[in-house]
């Protein structure tokens, strides 16, 4: 034939869009064409279509035949496996093209490219499917660890990298156990050896097919250093291979955010306080002798790390002073804890200047933070 194409129908199915043309120079540009008009306006539709002479004139619409001096034309829908035509196979000459053999020829061609744009297909979906699961481990907040039945590293993911302090170039084909403590190496190998030792689906006293571990391992970073850790190891085999897939905590790191979380609630507990006691606190007005004394005594204060006592009588404005001092300090981005002391009753002066234990008396319901221990530093 003088020219042949193989083409992929749009979205909207009024285009279609040529994958490959040959010609008598052999491949040429792909070519993006209106479906209406046009010879293989019947084969999109999914028909078979053959005209084996005066195409030209039978499709005066579309000026492509008359470039290509067509005068015969033979197309054959590609369709997927539910029959969705997926595109075309066409072939053009500028000779009559009588030949019946020539139609299932084409056939047989449609059925080689539609297999392929199957397969193509999958290879996508799985090249997105993979994607889309390593995006999913790489931002997962917990170390994620796959290793074979010989203990050498698979998948390594963002969060590994960060707790063990290891790049993931460094840990991948190495062994795994690197990364473990003493209890937490005997662990992994016990469970390790029991479900490889798991009898076929369907048979009786199948272990449970992972280990969970709350506490009391400690895994080791590159450094050497360890660390306690919470785990779960769980088993699943791949293409007839058993691959181990281990999902570390870093406990302390969880304590740390758990202090610091409870911290920062403490401390919006006390602003809220302030916030509600205090108006305008911020605002001190005046520009007597005194008072631009008083401010630059505040200046020279602000910037040491000394004690300061401010001295004045009731309503002399002490807690605007003792505010200024601490917006000019480098302490100024943490709260300024207040503490009334006349106010506080007598009973709970230890409990609210040195914190209390959940249960430590009658109406301790939760641990509490001091005031000295919420404003250190």
Known sequence: MRYSFVTFLSADRQRFRTLAVWGPKGLQDNLDVPVAGTPCEAVLN?????????VQQLFALDTGLADWSAESYCG??????VGQVLGHL????????????GVAVMRIFAARASAEFERLRVEQALRDSQQRLASILDTAMDAIVT????????????AAEQVFGCSASDALGGSVERFFGEALRQAVRQTVATLSAVPPDGADDVPRPYLWAPGGLSARRSDGG????ETTLSHVRVGGRALYTLI????????RAEAELHRLHLETEYLQEEIRAVHNSEEIIGGSGALRG???????????????????????GKELIARAVHAASRRAQRPLIKVNCAALPTGLIESELFGHER????????KRIGRFELAAG
């Open 359 to 366: 249960g430590a008396f009658t109406g301790a319901t939760e």
């Open 248 to 255: 570390l905590r870093d406990v302390d790191e969880r304590r």
């Open 226 to 229: 360890e660390f306690p850790v």
């Open 90 to 101: 066409a072939i053009f000459d500028d000779k009559p093209m009588h030949d019946p053999r």
């Open 294 to 316: 008083a401010l630059e005594q505040v200046a020279l204060v602000a910037a040491t790390d000394a004690s300061v006592l401010i001295l004045g009588e009731t309503g002399s």
């Open 76 to 81: 054959v829908p590609i369709a997927d496996g």
């Open 147 to 158: 290793f074979d039945a010989r203990g050498c590293v698979e998948l390594f993911n963002d």
């Open 46 to 54: 999914g028909e078979m279509s053959h005209h084996p002479e005066r």
